[in-house]
């Protein structure tokens, strides 16, 4: 690419499609408007899908770009850019959190209760019980952190399900990655929340050491 904001041909990147987030992508080849990554054909994503490119801008966050995978060959995928790529602070992609209650509330459903996995100011990864979702969908989201409680309208992006088997035919568990895009007051809530989470997360860690 002539533009130095792209990292070199041979460069690794970080993609996320559908919410599964892969390190390590080498970048074979890039243009302006293109580029070619290599990474193991097991995570390839399909033609016409959307994925995230991210990489370094230190030490003031890092690069974000869009694109549509144009085209794929074995364990190579062509993108062609959204536009050009972007910095994006770093704390909104900090993760943390675990076990909280969520609520889902979608158009023509009851309310689903669920807990978190994990959760970022721009994401969350949370288990629910016999709901039926799939990527695409809008939903409400309404979780409590702390002593704040947020909501906010998300996109799913990724939706995988599995139904208990042993030692009995039982529930369907189902794991949801949903986007959003907060307002600020409650992006910093999250922030805040994410940010104490890490804190207790290293005083036990120093603690057991």
């Known amino acids: 690419m002539s533009s130095s904001l792209f990292p070199e041909d041979g460069s690794r990147v970080e993609m ?14 890039a243009t302006d408007a293109a580029v070619t990554v290599s990474l193991p054909r097991a995570h390839v994503p399909r033609e016409g899908s959307e994925v995230i490119l991210r990489w370094s801008a230190a030490p003031r966050g890092r ?41 889902m509330t979608r158009s023509g459903h009851p309310d ?26 809008e939903v409400s989201l309404r979780t409590q952190l702390g002593g704040d409680v947020v909501e ?15 030692p009995i035919r039982g529930p369907l568990s189902v794991e949801m990655v949903a986007l959003y895009d907060p307002p600020e007051s409650e992006a910093k809530v999250i922030r805040r929340y994410v940010m104490r989470y890490q804190l207790m997360q290293r005083a036990k860690a120093a603690e057991s050491a």
Do not use: C
């Open 63 to 103: 690069y974000v770009v869009s694109a549509t995978v144009a085209t794929t060959d074995e364990n190579r995928a062509e993108l062609r850019l959204a536009g050009a790529p972007e910095i994006v602070q770093n704390r909104l992609y900090v993760r943390g959190g675990g076990g909280e209650p969520i609520v």
């Open 152 to 166: 906010f309208v998300a996109t799913v992006t990724k939706a995988s399900a599995m139904r208990q088997q042993v």
């Open 16 to 29: 996320e499609a559908g919410g599964d987030i892969r390190p390590g992508v080498r970048v074979v080849a």
């Open 112 to 137: 689903a209760i669920g807990w978190i996995h994990d959760i970022s100011e721009r994401s969350v990864r949370a288990h629910f019980t016999d709901v039926e979702v799939r990527p695409g969908h």
